[in-house]
């Protein structure tokens, strides 16, 4: 069970989309059918953002979205806003039962 | 609406057993949707999942803690707790408790996180 590979860092200006990417092994990411995404602010727990893969919880702003392509999952995130200056993890449950996390990736808003 | 609350020392000593509770509020533990889980942060670093439980009892662990970990759950005192022996200054961290859907196997509500410092 190793982490997933995310960028260590992104930016973007203000109205402008970012994505952030994660990759891992077919078997950490099940399949690539668990993984979620998550914000953190500064001194602040974590936020669900996106789950399975493309899906957004209640009360998460539409500018938020997830994708899949091959091995790869993606966040993005349109409309930049500098409140959306944060930190971003991916997360998959794997096919051991077990969860595994990402690096995380600094979102720099310009 | 649910809320999870982390409590315990800040401070332990280094080969002593780190103690945590979470507490729940606003819904049961005992619910079948749903497991518990521990997540822990070490400073400026990223997310490290410890393990969690359901409220029979059953548990899952991080490999690479399974050896120092355990997880036990309080139905009546509606509370999960985490125990973590033979701690070192790498166990600094701060320590969340957090909420997992069963179907979904995501962490949907988390807890306020509470620094764990190892130090003598």
């Known amino acids: 069970q190793s982490a997933l590979t995310q960028p260590a860092s992104v930016s973007g200006s203000p109205g402008q989309s970012i994505t952030i990417s994660c990759t891992g092994s077919s078997s950490d990411m099940s399949g690539y059918n668990y993984v979620s995404w998550y914000q953190q602010h500064p001194g602040k727990a974590p936020k669900l953002m996106i789950y399975?893969?493309?899906n957004r919880p209640s009360g998460v702003s539409n500018r938020f979205s997830g994708s899949k392509s091959g091995n790869t999952v993606s966040l993005t995130i349109s409309g930049l806003q500098a409140e959306d200056e944060a930190d971003y993890y991916c997360s998959s449950y794997t096919s051991s039962s077990t969860w595994v996390f990402g690096g995380g990736t600094k979102l720099t808003v310009l | 609406q649910v809320q999870l609350q982390e409590s315990g020392p800040g401070l332990v000593k280094p080969s002593q057993t780190l103690s945590l509770t979470c507490s729940v509020s606003?819904?049961?533990?005992?619910?079948?949707?749903?497991?518990w889980g521990w997540i822990r942060q070490h400073p400026g670093k990223g997310l490290e999942w410890i393990g969690y439980?359901?409220?029979?009892?059953?548990?899952y662990y991080n490999p690479s803690l399974k050896s120092r970990v355990i997880i036990s759950v309080d139905t009546s005192k509606n509370q999960f707790s985490l125990k973590l022996s033979s701690v070192t200054a790498a166990d600094t961290a701060v320590y969340y408790c957090a909420r997992v859907t069963v179907i979904h196997w995501y962490f949907d509500l988390w807890g306020r996180g509470t620094l764990v410092t190892v130090s003598s």
């Open positions: 606003g819904g049961s533990i005992s619910s079948n949707d749903y497991y």
């Open positions: 439980i359901y409220y029979s009892g059953s548990t």
């Open positions: 399975d893969v493309i």
